[in-house]
């Protein structure tokens, strides 16, 4: 069996953004550093299975946001970027260095634009449809209003709370889109993994499991302490496209099950 890992642009920065002085007493960590970073050693791990790829589009985006990624850790420390400017330019050298490192181990393929032009209607109209489920799920119909009425009077008012906390956790990837709507570059990269997903089907004698890497909900599911998971979005891009999205720690530990032979569990914790 087969996988190839598409890196979003969150996973390069987050994999990028480290730096750590004792002398200086800084300490630069992307939160989601482990986990990237982990996946990145499995992918250099596996080298000859050329399991990373990344697309210009990607490539192009993760610059200026590993600026701001680096701008806001640093932030974190109280460094000044004008006051204290050589330390400040000397960890934005060293972080983009590390990413260039990152990306040389990642495979790029020819992209043909109609044909991701042509994906990104389908992508576009995806995402329409969720945003008026989440409307729906959210204002018209929701269900923990039906859930409370099946309740006895005297408990509806603790009932009520109880389930729409339950609502809001399970349908969390639906109503982001209400509230932060994806934006035209992330359609974009879908529709690049879509061609790409495509491609390697077409020319692999057998079949290829395509992952997407990413710290984003618009693409990998929410999930919540307490075991609970929102997937809708997730789910719909699986059954649709054919493309799993999942977090990085998820994406390194169904791409050793398939480099084993066995099929990735889905949505694992």
């Known amino acids: 069996m087969k996988c190839k890992i598409l890196l979003d642009t969150c996973v390069l920065v987050a994999a990028s953004a480290f730096y750590v002085s004792d002398d200086l007493k800084i300490r630069l960590e992307h939160p989601f550093y482990q986990q990237s970073m982990s996946l990145i050693a499995f992918i250099r791990k596996n080298l000859s299975n050329h399991l990373g790829i990344t697309t210009t589009t990607i490539e192009r985006q993760s610059i200026p946001a590993l600026q701001e990624a680096i701008d806001e850790e640093l932030?974190?420390?109280?460094?000044?970027?004008?006051?204290?400017?050589?330390?400040?330019?000397?960890?934005?050298?060293?972080?983009?260095?590390?990413?260039?490192?990152?990306?040389?181990?990642?495979?790029?393929?020819?992209?043909?634009?109609?044909?991701?032009?042509?994906?990104?209607?389908?992508?576009?109209?995806?995402?329409?449809?969720?945003?008026?489920?989440?409307?729906?799920?959210?204002?018209?119909?929701?269900?923990?209003?039906?859930?409370?009425?099946?309740?006895?009077?005297?408990?509806?008012?603790?009932?009520?709370?109880?389930?729409?906390?339950?609502?809001r956790k399970e349908d969390y990837q639906l109503t982001r889109l209400i509230r932060k709507p994806v934006k035209p570059t992330d359609k974009w990269i879908l529709s690049e993994a879509i061609y790409l997903s495509m491609y390697y089907n077409r020319i692999e004698s057998e079949g290829v499991t395509f992952f997407l890497a990413s710290t984003d909900h618009h693409f990998s599911p929410k999930r919540w302490d307490n075991g609970k998971i929102s997937n809708q979005v997730t789910e719909a891009i699986r059954q649709k496209f054919d493309i799993i999205c999942d977090w990085p720690a998820q994406i390194e530990n169904m791409g050793k099950k398939v480099l084993e032979g066995k099929r990735p569990l889905v949505h694992d914790k």
Request: include cysteine; aromatic fraction near 12%; hydrophobic fraction near 30%.
């Open 75 to 167: 932030a974190k420390a109280r460094i000044n970027r004008e006051k204290d400017f050589p330390i400040y330019s000397f960890i934005k050298n060293y972080c983009e260095q590390k990413l260039k490192t990152i990306s040389s181990c990642l495979v790029r393929e020819p992209i043909e634009e109609d044909a991701v032009r042509s994906n990104y209607s389908f992508v576009d109209k995806l995402y329409a449809e969720k945003a008026e489920e989440g409307v729906r799920l959210t204002f018209v119909e929701p269900r923990f209003e039906r859930f409370t009425n099946q309740v006895p009077k005297r408990y509806k008012s603790v009932a009520r709370g109880i389930y729409k906390q339950q609502q």
